[in-house]
């Protein structure tokens, strides 16, 4: 427009402006207007290099106020023309430095909100540009080593010695607590142990990092670095109590899917809470092993399982076992019966072995002297018990004597002596965490170990009011009541149960020789329940088949471990050990299925 134009569209804004004053219309209305008229000011001295005049001032409200007579005004008052003329020049500048003033105002809000909002646009594209603080890292498909392995650490060696150190490790999101917008908190989870986090949105910390960690699953894997401080609260929630990580970087892994099978809270809960609140349901619990087992009592449990069976191995090493690995399907059920699972082996039919008995004999009869097995063992037994597998490890072992089979038993005695000692020595702390959720008495045992004899054993349940024959095999009440009183005489939960009915054992076992209707046989209990069954073993040919035949067994599927004894055989004996029974025990577990990682049982297959 040129400046005449210009001028006029100036004063038509002027006169808008000036009546929505007048109309008294609010800031949020008039402040168009005033920019708008700014705006036309400002181009009309672009284009005249000029200021635009001042627009000629009507009359002020003060002026508006008096009353003047139309009949003096028309003849005017020549005394008082001056006056007016002064005062309506004076209200004219007044309103002029007001409208200034309010659109300079107006122009410095302006500015002000512009620079606000630049502010936000680049801190929104900082936010969304900060890839090395947080975010979802690309698949691990082993593209590259940067040595972050070797920077990790594990949660359960932080400690007050390491505060002000930067530290990383990867773990799980055990808990997410969002505390506003600007922080959260993690519980971040390594198997048994756990650390507090904290992420605060201030300084170099964007808020959008607070908001996309408070986003995170339950059960989420990340990676995660910061500066580890002294916990603002010690011996609150976590296993580490005196520290928690001030964390500025965190990166998924692996993201848990929002709903999960069951609630690591609800499956860890204990036995006082589950009265209170229920529990999770076995069969859910099995059917999602999987996260199952990741409460911290079940990690403790499985600890301690691999606890028993390296101090197990350990042991015998010491002693000079040598350890074998022997057939899991053969030719026909190992100790006779119909406890077996039958399968097809090509055009043949095979079963999977009860147990290595006969083939830790064999290789005692190869001149291996002491050996050993931790292997699978199968039984077909449809029993729905509390202490019952179709499928566990068994503990096998099996050695030369040299005339007497309490050569054995003292080796076994120690042996588990030497388990139960290394186990209170190195698993204190999961022995604690297994009691916040099952509260027992701590697992008591002698030094040596107590033995009883099987008739003096009768005598205490009959002096009980037990009814039971000498010679009658005991009952899973009748175990636990036995193992209740010897507990209450002896002080002790673990001892031997020696001489056994030759009757209600296996065929391979040999006769006392004072007495051939007993044996040397004995079994190993815990809190009132057999965890191992053992003996001397027959080693004279002519007896083995005959005591075969006494029970029965077809030569035809046991000939290769018959005939393995008329090329000379060592004396011998040993005994087998169910491995989930030693730890359910140990712990005072209510159900094997707890120490069994993934339970075979009658009813189950899966996972």
Not at 6 to 24: H, P, S
Not at 245 to 262: C, E, N
Not at 297 to 304: D, L, P, S, T, V
Request: aromatic share 8%; net charge neutral.
């Amino acid at each position: 427009m040129s400046g005449e134009e210009l001028l006029v569209a100036i004063t038509a804004a002027g006169a808008t402006l000036k009546q929505a004053k007048t109309e008294k219309k609010s800031k949020a209305e008039l402040q168009p207007l005033i920019e708008s008229l700014l705006g036309l000011k400002a181009e009309y001295k672009a284009a005249t290099g000029q200021d635009p005049p001042s627009a000629p001032k009507g009359p002020s409200k003060k002026d508006k106020k008096k009353k003047v007579e139309p009949e003096a005004a028309a003849a005017g008052d020549v005394a008082a023309a001056p006056a007016a003329a002064g005062d309506t020049e004076s209200s004219s500048k007044k309103a002029e430095k007001k409208a200034v003033k309010a659109a300079a105002k107006a122009e410095k809000q302006k500015q002000k909100d512009d620079r606000a909002a630049d502010l936000a646009a680049k801190r929104k594209a900082a936010e969304e540009s900060a890839t090395d603080m947080y975010g979802i890292l690309p698949r691990v498909q082993s593209q590259e080593r940067t040595g972050k392995a070797e920077r990790f650490v594990k949660i359960e060696t932080l400690d007050g010695a390491m505060v002000g150190q930067r530290v990383e490790f990867r773990a799980r999101v055990q808990k997410v607590i969002p505390a506003g917008s600007k922080m959260c908190f993690l519980h971040l989870r390594q198997r048994c142990a756990t650390v507090q986090a904290i992420v605060r949105a201030d300084g170099d910390i964007p808020a959008a990092m607070v908001k996309f960690v408070q986003r995170l699953t339950i059960e989420s894997i990340v990676d995660v670095s910061g500066l580890l401080v002294a916990a603002e609260i010690t011996g609150a929630w976590c296993t580490q109590k005196t520290v928690e990580l001030s964390f500025d970087k965190l990166f998924t892994v692996s993201a848990a899917v929002p709903q999960l099978p069951l609630q690591l809270d609800d499956a860890a809960r204990s036995e006082k809470m589950e009265k209170e609140m229920g529990k999770v349901n076995q069969d859910t619990s099995l059917d999602h092993r999987v996260v199952d087992v990741r409460t911290m009592a079940n990690q403790a449990i499985f600890k301690m399982q691999s606890g028993v069976c390296r101090f197990f191995r350990e042991f015998l090493h010491s002693q000079g076992f040598q350890e074998i690995h022997t057939p899991k399907m053969i030719s026909a059920a190992s100790e006779g019966g119909s406890e077996v699972f039958k399968l097809n082996y090509f055009k043949e039919s095979a079963f999977l072995a009860q147990s290595p008995q006969l083939y830790k004999q064999m290789t005692i009869n190869s001149d291996f002297d002491r050996v050993f097995e931790i292997g699978p063992v199968f039984r077909a037994e449809d029993s729905n018990t509390h202490r019952h597998l179709c499928e566990f490890t068994g503990l096998d072992l099996e050695m030369t004597i040299v005339e007497h089979y309490h050569e054995v038993l003292d080796m076994m005695d120690r042996l588990f002596v030497h388990i139960f000692t290394e186990l209170q020595a190195n698993y204190d702390k999961e022995i604690g965490l297994v009691n916040q959720q099952f509260e027992r008495e701590p697992f008591q045992f002698l030094v040596p170990s107590l033995r009883i004899d099987w008739q003096d054993g009768i005598k205490m349940l009959q002096e009980d009011g037990v009814e039971i024959g000498l010679f009658e095999d005991l009952s899973t009440t009748q175990e636990k009541r036995l193992g209740a009183l010897v507990k209450a005489k002896y002080s002790t939960d673990f001892y031997i149960l020696d001489k056994f009915p030759l009757h209600i054992r296996p065929f391979y076992t040999m006769p006392d020789p004072a007495n051939p209707e007993y044996s040397n046989s004995y079994d190993f209990m815990m809190r009132g329940e057999e965890i191992m069954s053992g003996a001397q073993r027959v080693h004279d040919p002519e007896l083995l088949r005959a005591r075969a035949r006494e029970h029965q067994v077809d030569f035809s599927t046991v000939q290769s471990y018959l005939d393995s004894f008329d090329y000379g055989a060592w004396p011998h004996g040993g005994g087998g050990v169910g491995m989930e029974r030693v730890v359910m025990l140990f712990l005072g577990l209510p159900n094997i299925r707890k120490t069994s990682l993934f339970p075979r049982d009658p009813k189950r297959l899966i996972p």
